[in-house]
């Protein structure tokens, strides 16, 4: 069925650290690919999308490409920062029932 | 400015309690969402409306009912409380055809006693 698949619950870095979130998704068709991220005692939010096969998407310094071969949207950063610690929930969408398929979500602490 | 608010922020419920959340948004999107979030499950999908008087059931429906009056108001509704339904709600709207990015409330903290 229709899934995705982020391979790390928790990524412990420190500031100026390369940060890598690993993202798979099973989907029938060709879905739009988000990051949302979560701030501790807010909703996710909205961080980027990407529609098509090697179209990359970025906000705040991060970044991820839709790649179709692989099934993958791998959330990167190439320095983060105390303040980007959060949750980082990967997703797509069912363009058949309407809806958002999300990720389990990766706890990301960064240390000063 | 478009927003998805919540109320209550808070509630403590007793076992066997009605519980009703509440949820507006001020998107003019036509689908709206109510989520629970746990720790180890991320977020799971309850009851979604593709707009007023419609809603369908998400991935774990037991135990919930939903009601869409309007286009702005999206109502989660817990009949019988249980422990079991202690957790985080977030209510979302967004995901149309043509706007599929979703835009979250601040979410509500349950705990049923």
């Known amino acids: 069925g229709d899934s995705v698949t982020q391979t790390e619950g928790q990524v412990a870095l420190s500031e100026e650290d390369f940060l890598t979130i690993h993202c798979n998704y099973s989907a029938s068709g060709y879905p739009a690919l988000f990051w949302y991220v979560q701030y501790p005692g807010e909703g996710p939010q909205f961080l980027f999308r990407?529609?098509?096969?090697?179209e990359k998407g970025s906000s705040r310094g991060f970044e991820a490409t839709y790649d179709k071969g692989t099934t993958s949207f791998h959330l990167r950063k190439a320095s983060v920062q105390e303040s980007d610690s959060a949750v980082y929930y990967c997703?797509?969408?069912?363009?058949?029932?309407?809806?958002?398929?999300f990720g389990k979500g990766t706890h990301l602490h960064v240390l000063p | 400015e478009a927003a998805v608010t919540q109320s209550p922020r808070n509630k403590v419920a007793v076992t066997g309690g009605k519980v009703t959340l509440s949820c507006n948004q001020t998107n003019n999107h036509n689908n709206m969402y109510w989520y629970r979030q746990d720790t180890g499950h991320g977020l799971r999908l309850i009851h979604y409306?593709?707009?007023?008087?419609?809603?369908e059931k998400g991935d774990i429906p037991d135990g919930y009912k939903a009601s869409r009056p309007s286009q702005e108001n999206f109502s989660l509704i817990l009949e019988l409380a249980t422990p079991s339904q202690t957790s985080v709600y977030f209510c979302?709207?967004?995901?149309?055809?043509?706007?599929?990015?979703?835009?979250f409330g601040p979410g509500t903290r349950l705990l049923v006693l």
């Open positions: 997703a797509f969408y069912d363009t058949n029932a309407y809806k958002v398929i």
């Open positions: 990407a529609s098509r096969d090697k």
């Open positions: 979302a709207s967004g995901g149309d055809w043509g706007q599929d990015t979703q835009y």
């Open positions: 409306s593709y707009g007023a008087g419609s809603t």
